[in-house]
């Protein structure tokens, strides 16, 4: 009875950690390049989230910006899956324009797109790809910066994001 009792408790300990398992570390970063000089001015920063649910689990932070601004959107992810190559996944990055601060559906990647881009590969243990891509948003708004992992063969996906408010 004392060790069915034992096993049963750890079984308690251990569960929230598998469940909360991840993949993917993301570091995700919007960045304000001050003119002349170029120098950085970290704006917001998000770390890996996971779909479903939808909209991931964590807030997004906020990023508030001048329409006009150069600013950058820098992110590395890296491949923490331990059990082999994950093949022909994509790690996509965008910035949309969105209804709403923190809406949990992604806008339509057809229209209101600032920038994207994206990678596919073959995701070896601890592989890692990054990218800084520089943009400007024109009117003000809310926009959505996001990059995520599309085609894993897993139930879940992995993003990070940010929100931006850009105003006059």
Same mark, same amino acid.
């Given at each position: ?6 096993? *049963? ?20 970063? $919007?960045?304000? $390049? ?12 998000? %770390?890996?989230?996971?779909? /479903?649910? *939808?909209?991931?689990?964590?807030? !997004? /932070? ?13 992110? #590395? ?14 790690? %996509?990055?965008?910035?949309? !324009? ?36 520089? #943009? %400007? ?28 408010? *850009?105003?006059?």
């Amino acid at each position: 009875m004392r060790s069915l009792c034992l096993v *049963a408790c750890l079984a308690l300990v251990a569960w929230p950690l598998s469940i909360r398992a991840e993949h993917a570390e993301i570091d995700l970063k $919007l960045l304000r $390049l001050a003119p002349g000089t170029g120098a950085e001015e970290e704006l917001a920063e998000a %770390r890996a989230d996971q779909e /479903p649910p *939808a909209g991931g689990r964590n807030p !997004r /932070p906020l990023g508030k910006v001048k329409v006009g601004e150069s600013l950058a959107l820098q992110f #590395f992810f890296t491949n923490t899956y331990p059990h082999g190559v994950k093949k022909d996944v994509i790690v %996509r990055y965008y910035v949309v !324009r969105e209804e709403k601060r923190g809406q949990k559906s992604v806008p339509d990647l057809r229209e209101g797109v600032l920038t994207q881009g994206e990678f596919k590969m073959n995701f070896k243990p601890g592989c890692r790809v990054g990218s800084r891509v520089l #943009f %400007r948003i024109r009117k003000p708004g809310i926009y959505l910066l996001r990059i995520e992992t599309l085609n894993t063969d897993s139930d879940h996906e992995h993003f990070s994001a940010i929100d931006v408010q *850009a105003y006059k």
